[in-house]
């Protein structure tokens, strides 16, 4: 427990954790200022375009800003943290530093995702309903629930893949990738490899979690709702782990 | 106390430390004393399990460093005043490490009033002068009231007033019945501090003895140390 509460100090005395935190949470009105625009077009629509109008879910667009601010606060907690040699010195059971790391980015990993998914789920349902045809939130939240993990799924990740690479910009490029480039090269994959990989990926899993349609995506739905849950796990413990194995091996 | 048996250290074709075997026993003063890459650091990163050594022991206290569960309060170490978080204050630097050994805020209050940075507590460290870094790498080492201090050249950086300040410390630690290991480079600053001498070149145990043994054949502490380290001073140099 104390060595918890000396990298929860760690994180909260530093004033990059909170810019960090800010801007995950700030995506909230980026799906507002989404909302805004999207509100603006259908107002400048004719009537039978207006009936077509359809909107993707914005929580699941912007949530890629939480998932990588936290992504990148959970790697700088390893890789910038200065008096790392000094907390390996008088904590000399190195996994609990490591531990510890991983608790504190995911447990802010989870308030982050939760207060921005759910955050943007009500503020642009209430912003678009009566435009847009909008879901509700009893047929909603089995994708929210895991789409808000997933977030402090990205802070753990970022822990192990900062163990794993001790750089800043390699473990940023591979985040980046993960969110962003991989799906992209997947969505243009022959069949079936780009079904199957876009199934395994991040941006997937809520969905395939919930059993819900991922159908207009580059994502695939291969995935039953329990091997999604499975591999969503993999991708926060499998790097933490060989983050922690590495640790026990090599010189601090 | 500190013992290193033995010791050995192999960077991939780089010998570091090399079957050094030498007893650091409390109630002085011994200072560390060796060229540029002479095995010092590297020796202390040993003791404190930072590195695993490729063979031989270094012990504190007769055990291994890394069994300890609450090391601060067993060995207090200052091996890189540099390794602050720049934008850390002070204080919030040393609670940070004082968390993790259950150790509470107002200890951390007293050895920042002891080496003399109560002042400056809320400032943030990256603002700090490379004298105010080692104080602060000082009153990190003293958190946990510890039996064993070890010290990297604390005295770089320091001005003419915190050099007579840090001998001070180290002799009144030192008479408290610690055991204090102190590496430096200024010969006539370490004349004045240690009592024993511990000399190392290109990873051996060059001398192990006092002060006043070493400047007996010598005009000064410098004059010994250079000559016996004469032989060990080709940086690079094949083995």
């Not at chain 2, 202390?44 to 399990?49: D, I, N, P, S």
Request: charge should be positive.
């Amino acid at each position: 427990m104390s060595v918890l509460a000396a990298e929860w100090l760690k994180v909260r005395s530093i004033r990059s954790s909170h810019l960090i935190v800010g801007i995950g949470l700030g995506s909230v009105l980026l799906a507002a200022g989404l909302a805004w625009m999207a509100i603006g077009m259908y107002e400048d629509a004719s009537p039978s375009m207006r009936r077509s109008a359809r909107i993707a879910e914005l929580e699941e667009v912007v949530v890629i800003v939480p998932q990588l601010c936290l992504g990148i606060l959970g790697l700088v907690s390893w890789t910038s943290d200065r008096v790392l040699q000094t907390s390996l010195t008088i904590v000399p059971r190195r996994w609990p530093v490591l531990m510890s790391k991983a608790a504190v980015a995911g447990g802010l990993g989870l308030v982050v995702g939760a207060v921005t998914v759910f955050g943007t789920f009500f503020l642009s349902r209430g912003m678009l309903a009566g435009r847009y045809p909008v879901s509700g939130f009893a047929e909603s939240w089995p994708i929210l629930v895991p789409t808000s993990i997933s977030v402090a799924v990205f802070a753990v990740l970022g822990v192990g893949l900062g163990v794993i690479m001790r750089s800043t910009a390699g473990a940023v490029a591979v985040l980046v990738g993960l969110v962003y480039v991989i799906p992209m090269i997947g969505g243009n994959l022959p069949e079936p490899w780009s079904e199957r990989l876009g199934s395994v990926m991040m941006g997937a899993l809520p969905r395939e979690i919930a059993g819900a349609s991922l159908a207009s995506s580059v994502y695939g739905e291969l995935l039953s709702p329990v091997a999604a849950a499975l591999v969503l796990a993999a991708y926060a413990l499998l790097p933490l782990l060989a983050g922690a194995w590495l640790l026990r091996r090599r010189d601090a | 106390m500190i013992e290193l048996r033995q010791l050995t250290k192999r960077y991939g074709d780089t010998l570091a430390v090399d079957e050094l075997s030498f007893r650091v026993e409390p109630g002085h003063v011994t200072g560390f004393l060796g060229p540029n890459g002479a095995g010092k650091s590297t020796s202390m990163r040993l003791v404190l399990g930072l590195d695993a050594p490729t063979s031989g022991q270094a012990l504190v206290n007769g055990g291994r460093y890394a069994d300890l569960r609450r090391p601060l309060h067993e060995v207090g170490a200052l091996l890189d005043a540099g390794a602050v978080h720049p934008g850390r204050s002070a204080y919030n630097h040393l609670m940070c490490l004082a968390l993790s050994n259950d150790i509470g805020a107002r200890r951390v209050a007293q050895v920042l009033e002891l080496v003399g940075l109560s002042g400056v507590a809320r400032k943030k460290a990256g603002g700090f002068s490379l004298g105010m870094k080692q104080r602060l790498g000082i009153a990190a080492a003293l958190l946990g009231d510890p039996g064993v201090l070890m010290f990297d050249e604390p005295v770089n950086g320091l001005d003419p007033d915190g050099v007579r300040w840090i001998r001070g410390l180290m002799r009144g630690l030192a008479e408290e019945g610690r055991t204090v290991l102190l590496s430096s480079h200024l010969m006539s600053e370490m004349a004045l501090t240690a009592d024993r001498i511990v000399i190392v070149g290109r990873g051996r145990l060059v001398a192990d003895a006092t002060v006043a043994e070493l400047t007996a054949g010598y005009p000064s502490l410098e004059e010994a140390y250079m000559a016996l380290t004469a032989s060990s001073v080709e940086y690079g140099a094949a083995r």
